[in-house]
């Protein structure tokens, strides 16, 4: 059999006619009507390298304090992230599937986030927090961190937060 034109061809020259259409369509505006949004995440510091114990997770809000903004920093002792032994992590408390809530689910023995009280997704915090088993097929939105002395900030969020189009417009 001959195909005509590949899934991925078409999907592509798909995405490009829509994207031609949406132009066009936007072209009898005035472009001092559309303002540049640029969304920055603020520099927050969330807690201090001296306080941090080996597995004992502590609570933040990040980006910001609205829904599905509540968060852990973790000393893992494995590998995996910041500061001098670069085991220091920071993820986002919610499941990607359906939002359950993760706090309370930190297991030290396997460095994992869960099992989900809803649908028992468990997610891998020395690899990102990709998902390890359960019915979430995104990772865990991990909290990027910064470390200046003894002090530990978040500055951005790889991974889109639940309930949120956008991490910074929730």
Same mark, same amino acid.
């Given at each position: 059999?001959?195909?005509?034109?590949?899934? %991925?061809?078409? /999907?592509?020259?798909?995405? !490009?006619?829509?994207?031609? !259409?949406?132009?066009?369509?936007?072209?009898?505006?005035? $472009? #001092?009507?559309?303002?540049?949004?640029?969304?920055?995440?603020? %520099?927050? +510091?969330? *807690?201090?390298?001296? $306080? /941090?114990?080996?597995?004992?997770? =502590?609570?933040?809000?990040?980006?910001?304090?609205?829904?599905?903004?509540?968060?852990?920093? !973790?000393?893992?002792?494995?590998?995996?992230?910041?500061?001098?032994?670069?085991?220091?992590?920071?993820?986002?408390?919610?499941?990607?599937?359906?939002? &359950?809530? /993760?706090?309370?689910?930190?297991? $030290?023995?396997? +460095? @994992? /986030? &869960?099992?989900c009280?809803?649908?028992?997704?468990?997610?891998?915090? #020395?690899?990102?927090?990709i998902?390890?088993?359960?019915?979430?097929?995104? @990772?865990?939105?991990?909290?990027?961190?910064? =470390? +200046? *002395?003894?002090?530990?900030?978040?500055v &951005?969020?790889?991974?889109?937060?639940? *309930?949120?189009?956008?991490?910074?417009?929730?």
């Open positions: 059999g001959k195909c005509l034109m590949s899934r %991925r061809k078409f /999907l592509l020259s798909s995405g !490009v006619a829509t994207s031609t !259409v949406m132009v066009s369509m936007n072209t009898g505006m005035a $472009a #001092t009507q559309m303002p540049a949004i640029m969304s920055t995440y603020p %520099r927050k +510091k969330i *807690g201090k390298l001296s $306080a /941090l114990k080996d597995d004992a997770p =502590v609570g933040f809000e990040y980006p910001d304090e609205g829904a599905y903004a509540q968060s852990m920093l !973790v000393k893992l002792g494995a590998e995996a992230g910041v500061g001098p032994q670069k085991d220091i992590v920071a993820f986002n408390y919610f499941c990607t599937h359906q939002g &359950g809530d /993760l706090s309370g689910t930190y297991k $030290a023995d396997t +460095k @994992s /986030l &869960g099992a009280p809803l649908h028992l997704s468990t997610y891998d915090l #020395t690899r990102h927090g998902l390890i088993s359960g019915q979430a097929y995104q @990772s865990l939105p991990q909290v990027l961190l910064e =470390v +200046k *002395g003894d002090d530990i900030y978040a &951005g969020v790889f991974g889109l937060i639940f *309930g949120r189009y956008d991490n910074l417009q929730g």
